[in-house]
């Protein structure tokens, strides 16, 4: 035992010191070589990009390297396989919170995992290049995982077919308005091509409502209040098209532009909704706080949950958009009915990033509410840069942490909560990316992170999508909101966290949680050396020495 013991410690180090001495060596010539290297990345990017867009695609490589520096601490947080690249599972994840990011955007078929998606994949890479699909997500990538590289290309793609994908609604809208694609038009038509535009993308497939509120100002005002700010933010975005347009360079461009007296084509009033769609998102985000308030000013214990009385009392009371079923909150994920006597609860954050509350629901994507939690995630994981921490790194980093909503809960019981996760995950510390530290994260921070349920128990679906029954009747709301199920006294911390599951799902179970220069090694190759070092070591003995008893005669009996 002696032998088998010391030899794998002996292995071990060499091993790793060889390994070390590799990275260290890399990053010396890494120095020497990164000019190089980086106009290889550099070509290369542009190359993948074109071979999925084609040699048009207008896509500059300063915005590739964007792509790139915004995904970078996330990907450095991420467990890698031995090639050090990242599965399937962990890409989508990547993509997604990119998207949620920058454009408050999320897209089919990216959803995060605990959210029962329809689709493997993004809806949009699978129809509109689905060779992309085939050969990079299906193909070679799929089998040895994904680099940063395919991640940036993948991110670079959508965002054009998301930018692009407003081409055949535009053509309806200029339809709606008695206009003809191929004809230029004046500021004032263009702008109510625009606000048609903007009606068709928000309603959706509701023809008969959309006709109907185009058909009267006074009733599109009422049932959209924020129509006027709508469009005002639509107009403004006109304005900065023609605002380029003067400059002299651009005007020696287009030589028919007269900004006395501006035509637009249709080229040009498709770059305004392009601007639009990948804007919007962070436009609306003022909205999306108006809301949140709205029910954080009803969290009278602060916990991140507001009472189902009090939620269908506000819509009673003239807020429409607490009007969501009971049976269409608990599918979202928005419902706790963990505490009988208290009655079910709305739990803001997931609420807030349901599929109720993104303003657009198109096929491929949808323009949600930002996800505030994802700030405090990523200050983690800048700080980190690895997938696992220690329990009392992550007090640290979050103690210093400040909160948009000043509540912050470092309880003893959420402590001890941590050092639990630490002491159930790999080499007793904490995953970044797993379903517990998600849900710790929420009671830490109620009402900026949601709550994870379990994968499969939750759908993301808008309204249209969940069917008729996505309402409350007045009736039903009007039954719950006359009995208060909540007091301003609070809860005890047991009754606030009896929603706690210790049910553990990990971004990606089948990857290593190393570092890339750790050498790691599996107990059947382990065995092999040994047993051939030792095969090695007895012939050196026997040839040298003529003995055998020098080695210890149990080591064969536990090395593997």
Known sequence: MVFCVRTFLCLSFVLTANARNVHQKDQTGGLRRSAHLHSLQKQDLQSAVAAVLGDGHNIHHGHLEEIQRRISPLWKSLPTNEFGRIDRRSLRYAVHRYFMQVYSMSVIGLEPAQVNGQHDDALLLSKVVPAYVKTELEGKSAQVGFSLEDAVVMVATLERLMSDSGHELLEKSYEAVNQKTGESVGRASAKRILEAYMLRWMLGDDTEGIEELESNQTLLEESLEDWPTISGFVHGELQTLEFARRAPLKAMLHDSWNEFRPRFSFTDVETVVNSVTMSFGNFWTTECQRVKQLLVDMDHSKTGRVSLADFYGAAMNGEWRFSESKDYL????????????????????????????????????????????????????????????????????????????????????????????????????????????????????????PFPHKSGATVALSPLEFGDDYAASEQEMS????????????????????????????????????????????????????????????????????????????????CC
């Open 330 to 449: 608990r599918a979202m994920g928005a419902l706790d009915e963990t505490s009988a006597w208290r009655g079910p609860k709305v739990i803001i954050t997931n609420y807030m990033q349901a599929a109720s509350n993104c303003i657009v629901s198109s096929p491929h994507y949808r323009v949600c509410c930002a996800n505030e939690c994802d700030t405090i995630l990523a200050d983690l994981e800048a700080k980190v840069e690895a997938p696992l921490a220690a329990s009392e790194d992550i007090l640290q980093i979050v103690a210093a942490h400040e909160s948009s909503s000043d509540v912050v809960r470092l309880s003893a019981s959420l402590k001890k909560q941590l050092e639990d996760i630490a002491r159930t995950g790999p080499g007793g510390l904490v995953p970044l990316h797993g379903r517990l530290f998600a849900q710790w994260l929420h009671y830490v921070f109620p009402q900026e992170c």
């Open 479 to 558: 039954s719950i909101a006359a009995v208060s199920q909540d007091t301003p006294s609070g809860e005890t911390e047991d009754e606030w966290l009896s929603q706690w599951s210790q049910e553990e799902e990990l971004l990606s179970e089948s990857t290593h949680l190393h570092a890339p220069w750790e050498v790691k090694l599996s107990g059947s190759s382990v065995c092999i050396l040994l047993v051939m070092i030792a095969a090695f070591a007895a012939h050196k003995v026997t040839s040298g020495l003529g003995r055998l008893d020098v080695l210890p005669t149990s080591s064969k009996t536990h």
